[in-house]
């Protein structure tokens, strides 16, 4: 199911706005599968099985994917398959990564804590409100440590419609 046939929520994310806009000014591109590109937006549909044991809310996965290339493959990050997490320790946001560095390996990081608190996120999800998300030391590499950890990423919020 593509984000423009998604009948639930989508996942809005801006990834690093700075990022996107240096990746688009140097002639580089963003292209999804599975998702869309709208107006520095990454949309991701909801993962058909994304129904939690007896109601539980506790991660919700969306699917589809961005690479987004630059001079000549030398920037070559793909972001896919994004999950939220509430933890005790607060809401998270991971994608599958692969980009360069990681011979052809995906692996599932930990790249952002949202503003949101675990009790929270259904709420955040129901009435789109945007949460904020702060990169975490643990994907700081997905930018090759360029951004400091603590910076402020793209806002994260849900939407009924692309």
Not at 27 to 32: E, I, L, M, Q, V
Not at 52 to 81: E, F, K, N, Q
Not at 119 to 146: P, Q
Request: aromatic letters at 6%.
């Amino acid at each position: 199911m593509s984000a423009e046939e998604s009948a639930g929520p989508l996942l809005n994310w801006g990834v690093k706005r700075s990022f996107l806009d240096y990746i688009l000014a140097v002639g580089g591109s963003c292209d999804t599968d599975g998702a869309l590109f709208r107006a520095g937006r990454i949309l991701f549909p909801p993962a058909q099985n994304r129904k939690c044991p007896r109601g539980r809310t506790d991660v919700v996965r969306h699917v589809g994917s961005v690479r987004m290339r630059a001079h000549g493959g030398l920037i070559d990050l793909t972001l896919a398959d994004p999950a939220v997490a509430a933890t005790a320790d607060g809401v998270t946001l991971s994608v599958v990564a692969r980009g360069p560095g990681m011979q052809g390996a995906e692996q599932r990081v930990v790249v952002a804590l949202l503003g949101c608190s675990p009790g929270g996120l259904l709420d955040a999800m129901r009435s789109g409100r945007s949460l904020s998300s702060t990169l975490l030391s643990s994907g700081s590499w997905i930018f090759d440590h360029r951004y400091p950890v603590g910076i402020e990423l793209a806002p994260v919020r849900w939407s009924a419609t692309a």
